[in-house]
């Protein structure tokens, strides 16, 4: 992990624990490289990459190494939603629901059985739409299990 403060770090730590926990129990071999940091000349908050290059990145078909960015300008809610929304991209690679097939602006993404251009647009992405459905059922849960890192966090934001 780099970047961030050492609240971050632990919120980022404590919110893939959970993840593993809750989306991939079975799951044993996992290289999650976690970055925070400034996203200002960039609209977006987050991304997950699937970093996979080498056979031993690879269970099977199965990617098991991983960059997440997160923004470090998010507040306390959407710092973990970020989180949690680019780890549930990473469990849609490993389990095989979301494979790119061809990557950049013009590239097409295998969602389960059905293939779909980058072309539609972002909220129409039905990887997109079960990651935000997913992150705001998850957010509270994910709150409770991680009370005692919260309990040091001011309500403006992950640091203090």
Request: glycine letters at 6%; a positive charge.
């Amino acid at each position: 992990m780099t970047g961030g403060n050492r609240y971050q770090k632990q919120l980022v730590f404590g919110t893939i624990r959970f993840g593993m926990n809750r989306l991939l129990p079975n799951i044993r071999k996992l290289d999650v490289n976690v970055h925070i940091r400034d996203f200002k000349k960039d609209t977006s908050i987050g991304y997950c990459t699937d970093d996979s290059a080498e056979p031993c990145d690879y269970v099977g078909k199965s990617p098991r190494r991983f960059q997440i960015e997160i923004s470090k300008d998010l507040n306390l809610t959407d710092f973990i939603k970020c989180v949690l929304h680019e780890f549930i991209h990473l469990k849609q690679y490993v389990l095989g629901e979301m494979v790119d097939i061809e990557t950049g602006k013009n590239g097409r993404t295998r969602w389960k059985k059905k293939v779909i251009s980058r072309k539609v647009k972002y909220l129409d992405q039905p990887w997109e739409k079960e990651a935000y459905r997913l992150e705001s059922k998850l957010l509270w849960e994910c709150l409770e299990e991680q009370e005692f890192l919260t309990s040091n966090i001011t309500a403006h934001g992950v640091s203090k």
